[in-house]
């Protein structure tokens, strides 16, 4: 577990981004917990409720990822299946870049 905080916080060093961060993921997952029981409990016309937490802690991130200058997990990932070239971790200015994008 300790691994995957420590990687975590590698791809999230900007202070902005740690904050739209912060703000994102619990944003995400009250969407989430709400969609379920607002699924389990039948309630259809709120649909946009949930949807629309998801979709702005994913616009927050989405700003994160760019202030921070790499890809998000999820694009990540897809761009690794697809072979596709991406950056997971983006170069810290005045440090030298030993790893290419993608490694």
């Given amino acids: ?3 995957i905080v420590h ?3 590698e791809r999230h ?6 904050a739209l961060h912060a703000v994102g993921i619990p944003l995400l997952v009250a969407g989430l917990v709400l969609g379920a029981w607002q699924l389990w409990y039948g309630m259809w ?8 937490l998801i979709v702005v802690s994913y616009v927050l991130q989405w700003i994160g990822h ?3 200058g790499n890809d998000m997990g ?3 990932l897809i761009k690794k299946l697809l072979g596709k070239p991406y ?3 983006a170069p810290q200015p005045g440090a030298q870049d030993d790893q290419p994008a993608g490694a």
Avoid at 13 to 18: A, D, E, I, Q, Y
Avoid at 45 to 52: A, D, I, N, T
Wanted: glycine share 4%; charged share 20%; hydrophobic share 50%.
């Fill in 1 to 3: 577990m300790s691994r």
């Fill in 7 to 9: 990687n975590w916080f």
């Fill in 13 to 18: 060093r900007h202070p902005v981004s740690l």
């Fill in 45 to 52: 016309p709120l649909w946009w409720r949930p949807v629309g």
């Fill in 66 to 68: 760019r202030v921070e």
């Fill in 74 to 76: 999820e694009v990540v």
């Fill in 87 to 89: 950056v997971a971790i």
